[in-house]
C-alpha cells in the first residue's frame, strides 16, 4: 500500500539537496519539472538525465513490492553523506525523489534482496506505421505531416497528417474508387466529396469514391468508422459492413466490425440496416448488433458516448474483461498482449481516460486500480502478470 502525507516530511531535506551541498551538482527543480509534466526538460546535465529516466522507471513499478520510505530515504542520506563517494546509486536517488514527487511514499526493490532489479523496460514506443491512400490509378501514398496537395481533373485531396479533405470535381466524369488504410496505433479522419465526415479508428479500412456519382453514395468500412452523412435527401448514403448494409440520408452513426459481427450505434437521425434476410431501423440511441455466426439482427437501447468516445479522443471502458481492453490497447498503441494466466483475462475494469500517447500511462491506471494485475514490457510485447 501506498504511504500518503509523507510529502512535507522530507521538504526540508529537498532543500538542502539543492544547497551548496549538492555533491552532484544537481538541479532537483528541473528533475521534478519532467515528473510532473511528462516532457525532458532542456539542458539537463548526463546526471540528471540519468536520475530522470530512473525516477519515472520507478514510477511506472508504483505498484510492484515497496519498503518503508523512512528505510529508503535513511539509505540516501547514509549515503549521501558519504564525502567519499562521487557519484550515488541513482536508482536509490531515483526512488527518494520519486517519493517527494507522489506524495505516495512508494518504493520498490527486490524480494528479499539487497539489489536493485534489471532494468524496466516501459510501453513508451510510438506507432511506426503510416497511413497509406491508395488512389484509383494505383498510385499509393504514403500519409505524413509532408503530404502535398493532389489534384486532378476529378477532384482536389487536401492531405495531412491526420487528415484528407476531398473537394468534389468534375461528376459527370467516372469516377475512381480510392482506398484508405489505417494502421494499428492511428486514428484519421476523412472528409468525403458530398462532405460527408468520416473518423476512423485503428486498424481500420475505407474504401470510397473519389467522387459521387448521380445515383447513390456508397462505401465500404472494415474496422470502426463513425460517419456523420451529408444531407441529401436524393442520394442515399449506404455503408456496407461484412453482411449488412446501412442506409442513411443524413445522420451521425457509428459502425464496428472488426470480426464477423458487426455493430451500429445510432447517434442522430435515422439509419436502416439491413441483409437479405430482413432489416431494423433504428433511432437514435438504438443500435443493432448482427451475429456473423447465427445471421440474425437485433437490437438494444445503449449509452451512446460509450460506442464513440475513441473519435472524441477518450479510452473508456465500462466493466469490461481485461481480454477486451487489452485487445483495444493493442490496436489502439500497436503493441501486443500476452496474459501469463489466461484466467486473469476475466478480471473486470471500468476504465474513463483521456487517449493519451503512451500505452505506459494506460497501463498505470489499470495498475492503480488493482496492485496484483503487472504488466512486464519487451519490446512491443506486454505480458499481463496476476500476482495475489
Not at 479533405?165 to 458530398?194: H, S
Not at 451521425?252 to 431501423?281: C, E, W
Request: charged fraction near 25%.
Amino acid at each position: 500500500m501506498c504511504l500518503d502525507g509523507k510529502i512535507n516530511h522530507h521538504t526540508d531535506n529537498l532543500v538542502d539537496m539543492n544547497s551548496k551541498d549538492n555533491e552532484m551538482g544537481i538541479d532537483w527543480d528541473k528533475i521534478l519539472d519532467g515528473m510532473d509534466d511528462n516532457h525532458i526538460p532542456a539542458r539537463l546535465t548526463p546526471e540528471e538525465l540519468e536520475l530522470l529516466a530512473s525516477a519515472r522507471e520507478m514510477q511506472a513499478r508504483l505498484g510492484a513490492d515497496q519498503f518503508a520510505p523512512e528505510d529508503g530515504w535513511a539509505l540516501f542520506e547514509q549515503q549521501r553523506k558519504q564525502k567519499k563517494v562521487k557519484i550515488f546509486n541513482l536508482l536509490k536517488v531515483a526512488a527518494a525523489v520519486l517519493l517527494l514527487i507522489a506524495g505516495a511514499g512508494c518504493w520498490w526493490m527486490m524480494s528479499g534482496s539487497g539489489h536493485a532489479n534489471k532494468k524496466v523496460q516501459l510501453a513508451d514506443q510510438l506507432p511506426t506505421t503510416k497511413v497509406q491512400l491508395k488512389l484509383g490509378d494505383g498510385k499509393v501514398i504514403t500519409i505524413d505531416k509532408d503530404t502535398q496537395l493532389l489534384q486532378s481533373s476529378m477532384v482536389k485531396v487536401d492531405a495531412g497528417k491526420n487528415a484528407i479533405i476531398y473537394e468534389a470535381g468534375n461528376t459527370a466524369a467516372a469516377a475512381t474508387i480510392d482506398t484508405l488504410d489505417i494502421p494499428r496505433g492511428a486514428q484519421f479522419f476523412l472528409q468525403l466529396a458530398d462532405g460527408t465526415k468520416v473518423w476512423l479508428n485503428a486498424a481500420s479500412r475505407l474504401i470510397y469514391p473519389a467522387t459521387f456519382d448521380q445515383h447513390t453514395r456508397e462505401v465500404y468500412v472494415k474496422g470502426e468508422a463513425y460517419f456523420d452523412v451529408a444531407p441529401d435527401k436524393n442520394h442515399p448514403f449506404i455503408v456496407h459492413a461484412g453482411d449488412v448494409d446501412m442506409k442513411v440520408l443524413g445522420t451521425a452513426f457509428n459502425v464496428n466490425n472488426y470480426t464477423k459481427d458487426v455493430v451500429a450505434t445510432l447517434a442522430s437521425g435515422r439509419i436502416a440496416v439491413q441483409k437479405k434476410t430482413g432489416s431494423v431501423l433504428l433511432e437514435p440511441g438504438q443500435q443493432a448488433v448482427y451475429s456473423g455466426t447465427h445471421g440474425g439482427i437485433g437490437t438494444q437501447w445503449v449509452e451512446v458516448s460509450t460506442y464513440t468516445a475513441w473519435k472524441d479522443g477518450e479510452l473508456f471502458f465500462d466493466d469490461a474483461t481485461l481480454a477486451d481492453i487489452t485487445t483495444v490497447l493493442a490496436r489502439t498503441y500497436d503493441y501486443d498482449f500476452h496474459f501469463e494466466n489466461p484466467a486473469v483475462a476475466n478480471i473486470r475494469f471500468t476504465l474513463d481516460m483521456n487517449h493519451t500517447a503512451l500505452l505506459q500511462d494506460v497501463l498505470n491506471k489499470i495498475n492503480q486500480s488493482d496492485r496484483k494485475v503487472k504488466f512486464e514490457v519487451n519490446d512491443r510485447v506486454v505480458t499481463v502478470i496476476y500476482q495475489p
